[in-house]
């Protein structure tokens, strides 16, 4: 049994920066792509970032391509997500997710959550103005 357990977040003024990191245990190869989500107060979940198994591809939504970067280390278990120009409107809870995929690509429907069987409990990013 896949498990994801996010750590990392916390209160940062806007233009600052964060690292998120998410551990995954319970597997014995690498073969799974790992996404970030985040959901904010009274607002849908939003898919954030996607990197395929051997980390060699990542995806990003348009609202934090430039500013965030998603990373990979399979020795560890670990993806980081590291938020740079941190912006007010990135408050939100932040979820990792995981799932067994033996292409080295995120699929074109990864930002919409529903092939993600194994989610973190979700870390609280809150930025300030």
């Known amino acids: 049994q896949l498990q994801v357990v996010e750590s990392g977040g916390g209160l940062v003024q806007a233009g600052g920066s964060l690292r998120l990191s998410c551990t995954a245990s319970g597997l014995t190869y690498p073969d799974y792509v790992m996404a970030w989500f985040r959901q904010a107060p009274g607002k849908e979940r939003e898919g954030v970032s996607c990197?395929?198994?051997?980390?060699?591809?990542?995806y990003y939504a348009d609202s934090v391509k430039s500013r965030f970067t998603i990373s990979r280390d399979n020795a560890k278990n670990t993806v980081y997500l590291q938020m740079n120009s941190l912006k007010p409107e990135d408050t939100a809870v932040y979820y990792c997710a995981a799932e067994f995929f033996s292409y080295d690509y995120c699929s074109g429907s990864w930002s919409d959550g529903a092939e993600y069987n194994y989610w973190g409990q979700g870390t609280q990013v809150t930025v300030s103005s």
């Open positions: 990197i395929s198994w051997s980390g060699s591809r990542s």
